[in-house]
């Protein structure tokens, strides 16, 4: 089973730069993606960015070309770059990895704890 362990969350002002990373550990099956959601009060989890086993990437509409999202296959760490932040970027960071389930079709999806991420000025 993985483990993902966020870090790099805080408060930043509009328009500063964070990054977050995430720690993957364990064993696991073929993996197909992995990367961020967010979730901000009230609202649903949507996609931030997703690295695909292929080195495809995927952003959600918002991001609008101010995130990056790359890995680090030695240390077994994704990184989400994100600049220009904006308010509405706050809310809880996940990491996500999604890995096949062998013979199945099916996709085992597993989360971190999240990290808070704050745009206030």
């Known amino acids: 089973q993985v483990q993902l362990v966020e870090s790099g969350g805080g408060l930043v002002q509009p328009g500063e730069s964070l990054r977050l990373s995430c720690a993957a550990s364990?064993?696991?099956?073929?993996?197909?993606?992995i990367g961020w959601y967010r979730q901000a009060p009230e609202k649903q989890r949507e996609m931030v960015a997703l690295?695909?086993?292929?080195?495809?990437?995927k952003y959600g509409d918002f991001v609008n070309g101010r995130f990056t999202i790359s890995s680090d296959n030695a240390k077994n760490t994704v990184y989400l770059q994100m600049n220009s932040r904006k308010p509405e970027d706050t809310a809880v960071y996940y990491c996500t990895l999604q890995e096949d389930v062998p013979g199945t079709g099916l996709m085992f999806v597993s989360w971190g704890q999240g990290t808070q991420v704050t745009v206030s000025s």
């Open positions: 690295i695909y086993s292929n080195s495809n990437t």
């Open positions: 364990g064993n696991t099956n073929e993996v197909i993606a």
